[in-house]
């Protein structure tokens, strides 16, 4: 049963009745939306056999796995680096020494106000590297900086009573980071990580524009292909959900990452033994009542 909440009251029959009757109407429009796709699709052959018949030569396939296989590999490369990037600017970021502080600023505020195209054309064309250097480098430089902002903002978020506790118990600031600070900032900057981290997966596709042979560039290779008659539509229909199914498998693997933090040992709750009848004061015996 739902249970009543701060912002939320447990509804009564009529309004569970409403409810119902919006997710029902909901539901038709949804479907009768998708169903008038479809038959605008079907009206213009996109689901003939000829636009189709594609997909079922092992050579499509490959070129599909291979721009697949390209994609990921670009995305882990660009996630590890820019994460390493926005931790050492978020510290920068940081210090308490000025001059470290003011030029993390600069390079964060520079690197996430340039478009990452313009990022990815530079380093492919001024400095003549390979595609795939190129785009890791553009992705690195943009997402490791947006991820600074959100690394220092978690920290920040942390309540300031647990830097000046742990500053009086005689840690470093080292100490203070690494086992006070930090493990209290991931629970709140996990979703942001992970969004950012979506965006990332997602900006592999502007590497088709610098001929690296990824996911979307092997799709637009197919699409393009006269002797199907142009399969556009079918191959958006085949790329989108795997897409799609990528950025829920990185979510429900941030849900996974969090649950296991909300049980791991080191943040779960201490049990406290139950009070019991006892010497309440050093030296003397079990209290007793007050004398009226």
Known sequence: MTEATALYDIPGPVTRRRHTAYGVLAAVVIV??????????????????TKWMPFAYEGIQELLLHGLGNTLKAFATAAVLSLALGGLLATGRLSEHRPVRLLATVVVEFFRAMPVLVMIFFVFVALQVHPLPALVTGLTLYNGSVLAEVFRSGVNSVERGQRE???ALGMRKTQVMSYVLAPQAVRAMLPA???QLVVALKDTSLGYLITYEEFL????????????DLPFIPVVMVISPIYIGMCMLLSWFAGWVARRERHSPRTGAAEVAPAEPGTLLPGGGPATAPRP
């Open 32 to 49: 009768a939306l998708l169903a008038g796709i479809l038959h605008l699709l079907s009206a213009a052959g996109q689901f003939t056999s």
């Open 165 to 167: 506790a742990a500053f």
């Open 193 to 195: 990580v992970i969004s």
């Open 217 to 228: 560039h092997a799709g637009k290779l197919i699409a393009s292909n006269l002797d199907y």
